[in-house]
């Protein structure tokens, strides 16, 4: 089992950073691969970023590839989005997610946090 709570949302303006976080419990985070998600009124959960356990690879969507950064430090059973370069179509509430193995796809998630609302302002 395996509980998740995001921190670290807010207002920012365009061209702003924001850098969210993941905390974790339970003893076995470590084998997990993390996502971040996002979901916008009106639209989709759709996949934002992935790291596999070791933080050996990572996976970005197109729309935030070279903006946006995933980390995980096993530790302190956290993993992190930093965001950089922020747009106003990158509002959304932002949720954490934990699988056996990275997955572009929400629905092979197995845990899930509360979401922390991210407003980027034009």
């Known amino acids: 089992q395996v509980q998740l709570v995001e921190s670290g949302g807010g207002l920012v303006q365009a061209g702003g950073s924001l850098r969210l976080s993941c905390a974790a419990s339970?003893?076995?985070?470590?084998?997990?691969?993390m996502g971040w998600f996002r979901q916008a009124p009106g639209k989709e959960r759709e996949f934002v970023a992935a790291?596999?356990?070791?933080?050996?690879?990572?996976y970005y969507a197109d729309s935030v590839k070279g903006r946006f950064a995933i980390s995980r430090d096993n530790a302190k059973n956290t993993v992190y989005l930093l965001m950089n370069s922020l747009k106003p179509e990158d509002t959304a509430v932002y949720y954490c997610?934990?699988?056996?193995?990275?997955?572009?796809?929400?629905?092979?998630?197995?845990?899930w946090g509360q979401g922390t609302q991210v407003t980027v302002s034009s």
């Open positions: 997610a934990a699988a056996p193995a990275v997955s572009y796809t929400a629905t092979f998630y197995n845990y």
């Open positions: 790291i596999t356990w070791s933080s050996g690879r990572l």
């Open positions: 339970g003893r076995t985070f470590s084998s997990y691969a």
